[in-house]
């Protein structure tokens, strides 16, 4: 015997439309982190940033492109030398020895233009 039922159509293309699908019933709110078995793996695995694949945005970001750079390390190396970084980056007296060489390379070099030429009071 043929389904009776009234069943909802595109206009176009006359196929069925999605109104027709059936959906599995509303589990709650924590079925999203939780199945029927407990948690469930995070859904953003796989989609984080490849090293040397986009320009670094942060500090955390340029540490793991100088870690690609070498060849051959161990994932205990890797993170033993992340910590290292991070410590040194941490340390003030290495920020200051970067700022110090920083203006000491800074915009006055051979190619820049002339000091006075920075901003003129209008």
Same mark, same amino acid.
């Given at each position: 015997m043929p389904d009776t039922r009234k069943v909802?159509?595109?206009?176009?293309t006359r196929?069925? /439309? =999605? =109104?027709?699908?059936? #959906?599995?019933?509303?589990? $709650?709110? $924590?079925? &999203? =982190?939780? $199945?029927?078995r407990g948690p469930q793996q995070a859904q953003n695995t796989g989609?984080?940033?490849?090293? =040397? &694949? #986009?320009p670094p945005e942060s500090i955390q970001h340029h540490i793991d492109d100088c870690l690609a750079l070498v060849a051959d390390l161990s994932t205990k190396q890797? #993170?033993?030398l992340r910590a290292e970084i991070s410590k040194m980056l941490n340390d003030i007296t290495f920020l200051r020895m970067l700022t110090d060489e920083a203006r000491a390379r800074g915009p006055? /070099?051979?190619?820049?233009?002339h000091p006075t030429d920075e901003g003129r009071v209008l």
């Amino acid at each position: 015997m043929p389904d009776t039922r009234k069943v909802h159509f595109t206009y176009p293309t006359r196929q069925p /439309s =999605l =109104l027709n699908i059936p #959906t599995e019933p509303f589990r $709650g709110a $924590g079925a &999203s =982190l939780y $199945g029927p078995r407990g948690p469930q793996q995070a859904q953003n695995t796989g989609r984080q940033r490849k090293p =040397l &694949s #986009t320009p670094p945005e942060s500090i955390q970001h340029h540490i793991d492109d100088c870690l690609a750079l070498v060849a051959d390390l161990s994932t205990k190396q890797k #993170t033993a030398l992340r910590a290292e970084i991070s410590k040194m980056l941490n340390d003030i007296t290495f920020l200051r020895m970067l700022t110090d060489e920083a203006r000491a390379r800074g915009p006055w /070099s051979a190619e820049a233009v002339h000091p006075t030429d920075e901003g003129r009071v209008l």
